[in-house]
């Protein structure tokens, strides 16, 4: 396995129930790690305003939020920050992963 995803938090964003079972199922069976799962991109950026996340897997095509304009909160920073010991809020320690070729990117925000 590439990655060491063991004891890691992942958070899965997708409007498809059956898709988001199939990741989970596979991706706890295969990683170990924990998974918290969201509807929508709105949804996922209020998961990421309360609880740190070590990855960001999203679906492109949502209601209410699409992947891309999710990435590109995240991205920017606009309307989601990850929790930090800084009053100053800011992306931190996440990752997130888009299908989309002209998209695909990995963020790894500095301090």
Do not use: Y
Not at 15 to 41: C, Q
Not at 53 to 74: A, C, K, Q, Y
Not at 77 to 98: D, E, H, K, L, Q
Request: charged letters at 25%.
């Amino acid at each position: 396995m590439p990655f060491n995803l063991s004891h890691k938090k992942i958070l899965l964003a997708d409007d498809s129930t059956i898709m988001r079972m199939v990741l989970v199922m596979h991706l706890k069976r295969f990683t170990g790690a924990k998974i918290t799962e969201a509807v929508n991109g709105l949804e996922a950026l209020t998961k990421l305003a309360r609880e740190k996340f070590d990855l960001l897997m999203t679906d492109i095509n949502m209601p209410e939020m699409t992947g891309l304009e999710l990435i590109r909160s995240v991205r920017t920073g606009s309307r989601a920050t990850f929790p930090s010991s800084s009053s100053r809020p800011r992306a931190r320690s996440a990752t997130a992963i888009s299908a989309c070729p002209s998209e695909r990117t990995a963020i790894s925000p500095s301090p």
